[in-house]
C-alpha cells in the first residue's frame, strides 16, 4: 500500500471531513468551492496567513515573508471582528446547508446521475480542497462539477480557486482518473436573481411608509484594486449584471426605489475601486436621507463582510450619519428558493452535458500568470475529454 493510499483509507476511515454522503454508489460529486473562513478564532492566524499568501488575491515583493508579517500584524484586529460575530465564521455552516439540499433535490430531480454528494472546498481554511480531493477519490467518484459559490467571476476568487485545484488534482490524481466540468460563474440566473429580490422586498415592506418608495437600495459588493480591473477581470461587469437583473425583478414587483452599486473591503494603499460603501452611506446621511437598503450581492452566505462589516462596522457608520431606518438584505444562506437555485443550476449544467463556459476559456486582455495560463490549458483539455465521451 503505497503512502496516498494509506493515507486516502485513514480518511475515509476516520471522516473527519467527510462532506457529502460519498460511499462506493458516488458517481457524480459537486465541489463547492469559496474563500471559507476560520471556525475558531485558534484558525484566525492561520486563516490569514493563507490569504495573504495568495498571489492570485495579491502580489507581494517575498511573498512568504511579508504576507506573514501582514497576518501577523492584522490578527488581533480581525480577532476581534470575529469575536463580535461569535468567535468564527458561519460560512461552512451555511455551505453545508446549502450543499445537503441541493444533492436531496438532484436525487429527485437527476435519478440518472443519482446519487449526488456534495464536497466543501474552501480555499484557505479547513475543510480544504486536498480534502475534498482525497475524500471524492476515497468514494470512488467519477465526475466531479467545480461549482464556485462566488457567482460572479473574478480572477481573484473563482480564479484562485481553479489554480488551487488545478495544483491539488496534479498531486493526488497524476493519472487523472477523475474527469471534471465547471460551473464558473451564474449571477444571472433567474432563481438566484428571484432569490435576491425575495430578500430585498422583505427588508422593503419593513420601512415606514414615508420613506418605503423613496429609500435608496445600495448593492455591495466586495471592491477589487483598479490595477485587477484594468487588466480586463470581468468581475466588475459581472456584479453590474447582477444588480440589472435583480433591478428588473424589482420592477416587475413593483418596487421602484433607485439604487447604487458601491464596493466595501478595500485595505492597503493600493487604489480600489469606487464608490466606498462607507463613503456613499456618509453622503447619503449627509445630505438628508434617513433610511437606506443594504444588500450584499456578491455573497450567497453569511460570514464576516456581512454579519461585520455591513450590519456592525458600516450600521455605526450610518447611526452616526442620521440614518435611522438602517436595513440589511439578509444573505441567501438556507432560503430554500435559493437552494432551488443551486439544484436548478446543477441539473441544468448535467442535461447540457457538462458544458465548459466560453468565459473560462476567454484569457483576461492583460497580463495573466504563468499558472492561470497552465489552468486554462487544462480546464480546456477536460472539456475537450468531456466532448469525446458524447
Known amino acids: 500500500m503505497n503512502a496516498l493510499t494509506t493515507r486516502l483509507a485513514a480518511v475515509k476511515c476516520a471522516g473527519s471531513y467527510s462532506t457529502g454522503r460519498g460511499g462506493s454508489s458516488t458517481k457524480l460529486g459537486i465541489l463547492m468551492m469559496n474563500m471559507g473562513g476560520p471556525r475558531t478564532q485558534n484558525d484566525v492566524g492561520q486563516f490569514l496567513t493563507n490569504l495573504f499568501s495568495d498571489r492570485d488575491i495579491i502580489k ?27 468567535g468564527g465564521s458561519p460560512i461552512e455552516k ?4 446549502q450543499g445537503s439540499g441541493m444533492v436531496k433535490q438532484l436525487d429527485q430531480t437527476s435519478p440518472a446521475t443519482a446519487p449526488h454528494s456534495y464536497y466543501v472546498g474552501f480555499r484557505y481554511t479547513e475543510p480544504n480542497t486536498p480534502q475534498a480531493v482525497e475524500n471524492m477519490i476515497a468514494d470512488g467518484v467519477d465526475h466531479v462539477i467545480a461549482f464556485t459559490q462566488y457567482q460572479q467571476f473574478s480572477g481573484s476568487t473563482t480564479g484562485s480557486n481553479l489554480n488551487e485545484l488545478y495544483r491539488v488534482q496534479k498531486r493526488l490524481d497524476p493519472e487523472s482518473r477523475l474527469r471534471w466540468s465547471f460551473i464558473d460563474r451564474w449571477g444571472t440566473h433567474p432563481k438566484l436573481v428571484s432569490s435576491f429580490a425575495d430578500r430585498i422586498e422583505a427588508q422593503i415592506a419593513k420601512l415606514t411608509d414615508d420613506v418605503r418608495h423613496t429609500t435608496p437600495i445600495l448593492f455591495s459588493a466586495h471592491s477589487l484594486p483598479l490595477k485587477v480591473v484594468d487588466r480586463g477581470d470581468p468581475y466588475v461587469a459581472e456584479v453590474g449584471g447582477t444588480v440589472a437583473y435583480v ?21 492597503g494603499p493600493l487604489r480600489w475601486l469606487g464608490p466606498q460603501t462607507e463613503a456613499t452611506i456618509k453622503h447619503y446621511g449627509s445630505i438628508g436621507y434617513s433610511s437606506l437598503v443594504m444588500v450584499p450581492i456578491a455573497f450567497t452566505s453569511d460570514h464576516i463582510e456581512t ?9 455605526k457608520v450610518a447611526h452616526d450619519a442620521g440614518i435611522s431606518q438602517y436595513m440589511r438584505a439578509e444573505a441567501l444562506n438556507d432560503h430554500p428558493p435559493f437552494i432551488d437555485a443551486l439544484a436548478t443550476i446543477v441539473k441544468e449544467h448535467i442535461d447540457a452535458g457538462f458544458p465548459t463556459s466560453p468565459q ?5 486582455p492583460g497580463a495573466e500568470s504563468a499558472q492561470t495560463i497552465t489552468t486554462r490549458k487544462w480546464i480546456a483539455a477536460q472539456a475537450a475529454r468531456q466532448a469525446e465521451r458524447k
Not at 507581494?60 to 471582528?81: D, H, N, W
Not at 454579519?307 to 456592525?312: A, K, S, V
Open 360 to 364: 473560462l476559456l476567454l484569457p483576461d
Open 60 to 86: 507581494l515583493p517575498m511573498q512568504s515573508i511579508v504576507g506573514q508579517a501582514i497576518a501577523r500584524r492584522r490578527v488581533g484586529k480581525i480577532k476581534e471582528q470575529y469575536m463580535q460575530i461569535g
Open 94 to 97: 451555511w455551505t453545508r446547508a
Open 307 to 315: 454579519l461585520f462589516e455591513l450590519d456592525i462596522e458600516y450600521g
Open 247 to 267: 433591478v428588473n425583478e424589482l420592477r416587475r414587483r413593483g418596487i421602484d426605489n433607485p439604487y447604487r452599486l458601491v464596493w466595501q473591503s478595500a485595505v
